[in-house]
Nanobody, 120 residues
Framework: HVQLVESGGGSVQAGGSLELSCVLSGKFMSRCGMGWYRQSPGKERELVTSIKNVDDTITSADSVKGRFTIFWDKSKNTVYLQMDSLKTEDTAVYYC??????????????WGQGTQVTVS
């Protein structure tokens, strides 16, 4: 089965940096893309940034543009999220997501367990 394991969360002061990583393992036919989402208490889960496999197109929320960078090491099945100039409003549980094709058919989204990021 597919597994996504995040690491790198923690607490940081406003203006600081953190790097999250997510390792994808398991059996799948192909990768359509990977990304990072976040969810704060009382809010819906939202896209932070994602990257497509076919052409490395990156999509990012306006709130993180210029501060967060996604990097996908395809050889290691690992995606990273470099977060700089962190703000208190970035506090959330961050989830790694992978769009994978397990069998013939469309890609489906798979989720990691989440990692807490707290900015104070």
């Amino acid at each position: 089965h597919v597994q996504l394991v995040e690491s790198g969360g923690g607490s940081v002061q406003a203006g600081g940096s953190l790097e999250l990583s997510c390792v994808l393992s398991g059996k799948f036919m192909s990768r359509c893309g990977m990304g990072w989402y976040r969810q704060s208490p009382g809010k819906e889960r939202e896209l932070v940034t994602s990257i497509k496999n076919v052409d490395d197109t990156i999509t990012s929320a306006d709130s993180v543009k210029g501060r967060f960078t996604i990097f996908w090491d395809k050889s290691k099945n690992t995606v990273y999220l470099q977060m700089d100039s962190l703000k208190t409003e970035d506090t959330a549980v961050y989830y790694c997501a992978a769009d994978l094709r397990i069998h013939l058919g469309p890609c489906r989204q798979y989720w990691g367990q989440g990692t807490q990021v707290t900015v104070s």
